[in-house]
Antibody
């Protein structure tokens, strides 16, 4: 079955860095886009970043541009989110998510990991 | 940037029908997808596109779209449907995605 397992979360001081990993299994990783979606404590979902199946394109929400980098290695079935210059407002559970492009106007996130908690605090 | 607007909370009597709406300009171009999230759990896809349900999602869940509004309908709500529901779509140039603020559904 499809599995996405996040790791790398923890407590980090403001201004420091953290790298999250997403290890996939149960499907052909190289044929799917991967995204990171976060959820601050008690808040809603926020799309953070996405990467095409072949890694050729990456996209970011405005608040993390220049600080976060999404990447992947299809030979390792793994995607990463490198988070630099972390701020208190980056505190959240970070979910690794698989996307499906049924058509150009029909896309959705069909599989989610269990999430990893990132806490930015001094 | 585009936004998707949802009512913060909705309630429904057990067995009755409830509609959860999602409004935003991106919905004039892209279909919404909907996610159910129960406390302490990861979100789960419940419906996408014109009205497609993943395997295992009951057929009491349906969706319709008109103009800039997508509506998730639960026909005959069950106790286990009590959860937060989020809509999502691509937006703008199609290189970004956006979530609605979420609707907390209470089944009375």
């Amino acid at each position: 079955q499809v599995q996405l397992v996040e790791s790398g979360g923890g407590v980090v001081q403001p201004g420091r860095s953290l790298r999250l990993s997403c290890t996939a299994s149960g499907f052909t990783f190289r044929t799917y886009g991967i995204h990171w979606v976060r959820q601050a404590p008690g808040k809603g979902l926020e799309w953070v970043a996405g990467i095409w199946n072949d890694g050729s394109k990456t996209h970011y929400t405005e608040s993390v541009k220049g600080r976060f980098t999404i990447s992947r290695d299809n030979s390792k079935n793994t995607a990463w989110l490198q988070m630099n210059s972390l701020r208190a407002e980056d505190t959240a559970v970070y979910y690794c998510v698989r996307d499906v492009w049924e058509t150009t106007v029909t896309t959705f996130f069909d599989s989610w990991g269990q999430g990893t908690l990132v806490t930015v605090s001094s | 940037s585009s936004e998707l607007t949802q009512d913060p909370a909705v309630s429904v009597a057990l067995g009755q029908t409830v509609r959860i709406t999602c409004q935003g300009d991106s919905l004039r171009t892209y279909y919404a997808s909907w996610y159910q999230q129960k406390p302490g759990q990861a979100p789960v896809l419940v419906i996408y596109g014109e009205s497609n349900r993943p395997l295992g999602i009951p057929d009491r869940f349906s969706v319709s779209t008109s103009g800039n509004t997508a509506s998730l309908t639960i026909t005959g709500a069950q106790a286990e449907d009590e959860a937060d529901y989020y809509c999502n779509s691509r937006e703008g140039s199609g290189d970004h995605w956006v979530f609605g603020g979420g609707t907390k559904l209470t089944v009375l």
